[in-house]
């Protein structure tokens, strides 16, 4: 059973930053790509960026690419998203991610573990 918690959401400025912590309990954390996905208000859950288990590939949404970046740390069980150059259209909730492959995937249906969700709201 893998455990997943976010944190770091927030309401900030457009063009502020945030960074988002993801923990892992559980499972082989090393191993497990891990992606970031995002959900606002009447909309389809969407991919954000993911990272292999070894964190040697990441991949983004066309959306965020520049802006933000996925890192991991795997000594801490943790992985992260910084967020620069917010915009008000980066308002969802942010959901944390993982899988028990170490590929990096961009689908929903590649995940089987879910963390409960971070609001970033982003003000204009």
């Known amino acids: 059973q893998v455990q997943l918690v976010e944190s770091g959401g927030g309401l900030v400025q457009a063009g502020g930053s945030l960074r988002l912590s993801c923990a892992a309990s559980?499972?082989?954390?090393?191993?497990?790509?891990m992606a970031w996905f995002r959900q606002a208000p009447g909309k389809e859950r969407e991919f954000v960026a993911a990272i292999s288990g070894s964190g040697g590939v990441t991949k983004y949404a066309d959306s965020v690419k520049g802006r933000f970046t996925i890192s991991r740390d795997n000594a801490k069980n943790t992985v992260y998203l910084q967020m620069n150059s917010l915009k008000p259209e980066d308002t969802a909730v942010h959901y944390c991610a993982g899988r028990s492959g170490s590929s990096a995937y961009t689908g929903t249906n590649s995940y089987g573990y879910w963390g409960q969700g971070t609001q970033v709201t982003v003000s204009s």
């Open positions: 559980g499972r082989t954390f090393s191993s497990a790509a």
